[in-house]
Nanobody
Framework: QVQVVESGGGLQQAGGSLRLTCTAS????????MGWFRQAPGEEREFVAT????????YYANSVKGRFTISKVYANNTAYLQMNSLKPEDTAVYYC????????????????WGQGTQVTVSS
């Protein structure tokens, strides 16, 4: 029904930057709040950032606040995650998700998920 696709992951050294891109598509005229989550090996998937459908509301995990920025193109349901000052602890598979409703920090409230993109930060 709705396809969510992420891209932009890769390898960076500590202090470097990456920009992830995500697009949700499949239903004409639909708009979504979108979020980014990440999962490191052996750990549970955790919230990173979320943004409302129009981009006016954002929330960030404390671990990334001040370093990561989420943004969104409303008409295209495209979200970005600009990651600066990367740290080795940012290493994880990053997942984009979309939901019908308000932005949320709760994984289970998102209906649509991408396949994930690997981000690796070396020291």
């Amino acid at each position: 029904q709705v396809q969510v696709v992420e891209s932009g992951g890769g390898l960076q050294q500590a202090g470097g930057s990456l920009r992830l891109t995500c697009t949700a598509s499949g239903r004409t005229g639909s708009t979504y709040a979108m979020g980014w989550f990440r999962q490191a090996p052996g750990e549970e998937r955790e919230f990173v950032a979320t943004i409302s459908s129009r981009g006016g509301i954002t929330y960030y995990a404390n671990s990334v606040k001040g370093r990561f920025t989420i943004s969104k193109v409303y008409a295209n349901n495209t979200a970005y995650l600009q990651m600066n000052s990367l740290k080795p602890e940012d290493t994880a598979v990053y997942y984009c998700a979309a939901r019908n409703g308000l932005p949320s920090q709760t994984l289970g409230e998102y209906q649509y998920w991408g396949q994930g993109t690997q981000v690796t930060v070396s020291s």
